[in-house]
């Protein structure tokens, strides 16, 4: 079954700790990308990534980072998390070509909360 | 102000109405609308996507878009109880797949059986 998997789902942490949320997807996919999603403001973009070793920022990239190593996996990483990341994360796919990729295929989503 | 604007609802109708959802934008360089729907506690999906100015309909589900108005609408016919969800709008202006994909913050939508 062609999915976005993410991992945690469910995660409540403490200022300052390191904390990564995983994400994978099986379709081969180039672009991923992690979104936000904050009641009032919609899905805002942190980061993507067009290919491995390929990423840049966002709209909100501050107090995250990520890596590309792999096609499949794009680990969203907070270096020391604040009680203002708390929101729901989601990371999304998609293929690249031209006219197309208006498909993103999103994962489950992970609800972060930092206390 | 927001690039994409769309109001939050909740709107609920009762099962078998017409549904219109909307968005306003401001960059006029848009050129790719699309409708996605996410359920509670899940992902968002993709509803359907234009091009450019027109309509497209797909089942019970027809996307518009007035690019002179920035102005984009989803109606829903014979509304069902399944169709409850949060419906966010999506724009991005570049040709290549690559560009951003611009969301609105989504309507919650109740049908009432």
């Known amino acids: 079954e062609a999915q976005v998997t993410q991992n945690p789902r469910y995660l409540i942490t403490v200022t300052g700790k390191k904390l990564t949320v995983t994400c994978s997807q099986n379709?081969?996919?180039?672009?991923m990308s992690w979104y936000r999603q904050d009641p009032g403001l919609g899905l805002r973009q942190i980061y993507y990534s067009m290919n491995v070793e390929v990423t840049d920022k966002g709209d909100v990239p501050e107090g995250y980072k990520v890596s590309r190593k792999e096609k499949r996996n794009f680990p969203l990483i907070l270096e020391s998390p604040s009680p203002n990341q708390t929101s729901l994360y989601f990371c999304?796919?998609?293929?690249?070509?031209?006219?197309?990729?208006?498909?993103?295929?999103f994962g489950p989503g992970t609800r972060l909360t930092v206390l | 102000q927001k690039e994409v604007e769309q109001d939050p609802g909740p709107l609920s109708v009762p099962e078998g109405a017409i549904v219109s959802l909307n968005c306003t934008y401001s960059n006029s360089a848009f050129q790719y609308f699309m409708w996605y729907r996410q359920y509670s506690r899940k992902g968002p999906e993709l509803l359907m996507y234009t091009y450019s100015s027109g309509n497209k309909e797909d089942g019970r589900f027809t996307a518009q878009v007035d690019k002179s108005s920035k102005y984009i609408s989803l109606f829903i016919r014979d509304s069902q109880p399944s169709d409850s969800a949060t419906y966010l709008c999506?724009?991005?202006?570049?040709?290549?797949?690559?560009?951003?994909?611009?969301f609105g913050s989504g309507t919650r939508l109740s049908i009432r059986p």
């Open positions: 379709m081969n996919h180039e672009y």
């Open positions: 999506a724009m991005r202006a570049g040709y290549s797949s690559a560009s951003k994909i611009i």
């Open positions: 999304a796919s998609s293929i690249i070509a031209p006219g197309r990729g208006n498909e993103q295929f």
